[in-house]
């Protein structure tokens, strides 16, 4: 019997981020100074990120994470896609902590059994555990929160390959009650069209983006289902729009959208990446 460590090992460290704590200190401090805020009516409750290399969509993500400057929570919950065939639809971690070269981001067992209760009560399962696994898109936003806030924070992960508006409503409530007993923050992780030349990104991803600037996790999954705009976080957002509303959420607010072909000039095939928050007043 395999046994598991209590800290999960990055796979990506040095290859989709940097790999030296101060390379990547100083690289991810870059991003969240170079972000232009625009002024925000209303508390930051979740942000929307995206998930690839650094290099690429780094400073989209700096533009998320930079509302958050500053600030303590003492759980911060992401919600990413898993990419890998596991067939569970929604996974957790085994593992108690997270490394990155930052440091560890420690695992809240507590948070993570009264979320997978719940949603046993209203799904009839939980949240899935799962050891090693080779995620990218929810390790890659640690780096930008263990640099934005301040103090330490407990993590809460999950990982989704259902992508069905019913699961993402459930898991949206489940994941509301459980963080209102904590100061606690939401991230969504997704990127948008993938590998169309630049124009046609350019407009999938501004109507996936209009709809999710419209708060309606129903209008999201609908773009996707039209082939009017994409998400391959498309349950991990629908999830988060789904958690702000029942937090209080007031509105959303689109912060930045760039592609892939900003950052290597090459316009023929890209991936598009954009930032918003949920506010509440």
């Avoid at 990547?24 to 990120?49: H, S």
């Avoid at 030349?197 to 109507?207: L, R």
Wanted: charged share 20%.
């Amino acid at each position: 019997m395999e046994t598991i460590t209590a800290v999960r090992p990055s796979p990506i460290a040095g290859t989709w981020y940097e790999g030296n704590p101060d390379a990547l200190a100083r690289q991810v401090d870059g991003y969240l100074k170079e972000a232009q805020i625009p002024p925000l009516e209303g508390e930051v409750i979740a942000v929307i990120a995206p998930h690839a290399g650094h290099i690429y969509s780094g400073a989209v993500a700096g533009y998320a994470f930079a509302t958050v400057l500053g600030r303590t929570f003492d759980l911060v919950a992401i919600v990413s896609p898993m990419h890998h065939p596991y067939n569970a639809p929604l996974l957790t971690t085994a593992h108690q902590a997270y490394a990155t070269p930052l440091g560890q981001v420690r695992v809240d067992k507590k948070a993570v059994e009264r979320l997978s209760a719940r949603l046993e009560a209203t799904l009839g399962y939980g949240l899935t555990p799962i050891a090693y696994d080779r995620e990218h898109s929810l390790e890659i936003e640690l780096p930008f929160l263990q640099r934005a806030l301040h103090g330490e924070f407990r993590l809460l992960p999950v990982m989704v390959r259902a992508q069905a508006p019913a699961i993402a409503r459930a898991l949206g409530e489940a994941l509301a009650e459980t963080l209102r007993e904590h100061n606690a923050l939401l991230v969504a992780s997704t990127d948008l069209s993938h590998f169309y030349p630049q124009a046609e990104a350019v407009q999938y991803d501004t109507e996936m983006l209009r709809c999710v600037e419209s708060f309606d996790p129903e209008a999201v999954f609908r773009a996707e289902l039209e082939e009017r705009g994409f998400a391959c976080g498309l349950g991990a957002l629908m999830t988060v729009l789904s958690a702000g509303r029942a937090l209080g959420g007031s509105s959303v607010k689109i912060l930045r959208h760039a592609t892939s072909g900003d950052v290597t000039g090459d316009y023929s095939s890209v991936v598009g990446y954009g930032a918003a928050v949920i506010l509440k007043k």
